[in-house]
């Protein structure tokens, strides 16, 4: 795979129109606790609020695309002056006021939604007593969901993915969307990570493709930036993808197990860490936008 520094990505960003930036939120544009104005470790910065500001005085229209859900997501927008968001790992499209719930191989006939029908098939259940206890419910946050189940643990996706077929599930999928910083230590030693159970066929990518088609973008007038291997998934229908730095575990060569087959195209790692490795992702944008043809 091409992993490469933001310094030497300039022939990558050379092919782009940016009109878009798709952004994950937690660890990428906030830092510690989820705030705007902190770093991971917490100490104040205004990095990535001007970096907003930045992109919108381009032309540049960051879009949110994250686990969050719906009421999460559309408070947040309103709060930093955006308007559409991806969420719930591409489960729920919010278009300004309006939002969709994208179903991919769901079986209909399980609930009212995707969450239901993982509920009610026995997939949430199945993955909590076949790992424990190396995986539980990532409260409080697994509340209002419609899409996803929300868990946070240290498990191999490739593992539950087989045990989930082996029951009949095989339209169940477990993507790890970035790591968790907090203290779970009765979850076994290591990195623990945020874990979504959703249904096949539907992905941050497969809705961001939707999205780009809707507004007849294409894929070089779009970039997007993570932290996590669901992140990475996205380089399939953008022009450019970029990693913050402590997301940079994330690729197939770094020091954990990346994105590997979903990864296509170079991955632009950026110098700092959330909050600072947005704005510089977003200025190295912006620079291109405004530089003369």
Do not use: C
């Not at 999460?72 to 930093?80: F, Y």
């Not at 989930?164 to 779970?184: I, K, P, S």
């Not at 994330?250 to 195209?265: C, R």
């Amino acid at each position: 795979m091409d992993q490469r520094a933001l310094a030497n990505a300039g022939e990558v960003l050379g092919r782009l129109d940016p009109a878009v930036l798709f952004t994950d939120v937690d660890g990428t544009l906030v830092g510690r606790d989820g705030s705007l104005f902190a770093d991971l470790d917490g100490a104040p910065t205004l990095a990535a609020a001007e970096a907003l500001v930045a992109a919108k005085a381009a032309g540049i229209e960051v879009v949110l695309v994250s686990g969050r859900n719906e009421t999460q997501l559309r408070e947040a927008t309103r709060l930093l002056g955006l308007r559409d968001a991806i969420g719930e790992l591409g489960t729920v499209l919010v278009l300004g006021r309006r939002f969709e719930i994208l179903w991919g191989e769901t079986p209909r006939e399980l609930g009212a939604t995707p969450h239901q029908a993982l509920e009610r098939s026995g997939a949430i259940a199945l993955v909590l007593t076949a790992f424990a206890p190396s995986i539980e419910p990532h409260g409080p946050w697994h509340h209002g969901r419609v899409g996803t189940a929300l868990l946070r643990g240290r498990v191999e996706p490739a593992e539950v993915e087989a045990v989930l077929a082996a029951a009949g599930m095989g339209w169940v999928r477990l993507l790890d969307n970035g790591r968790l910083r907090g203290e779970y230590p009765h979850l076994g030693k290591g990195p623990v990570s945020a874990y979504h159970l959703l249904p096949a066929g539907v992905s941050k990518a497969a809705t961001a493709a939707a999205y780009l088609e809707r507004r007849s973008l294409r894929a070089d007038q779009a970039a997007a930036i993570g932290d996590s291997p669901a992140d990475l998934e996205l380089s399939s229908v953008v022009g450019a993808t970029f990693l913050v730095q402590n997301g940079a575990w994330a690729a197939p060569s770094g020091e954990g197990k990346g994105g590997g087959e979903s990864v296509q195209g170079p991955i632009i790692v950026t110098p700092s860490n959330a909050g600072q490795g947005f704005a510089e992702a977003v200025h190295a944008l912006v620079a291109h936008r405004q530089a003369p043809a």
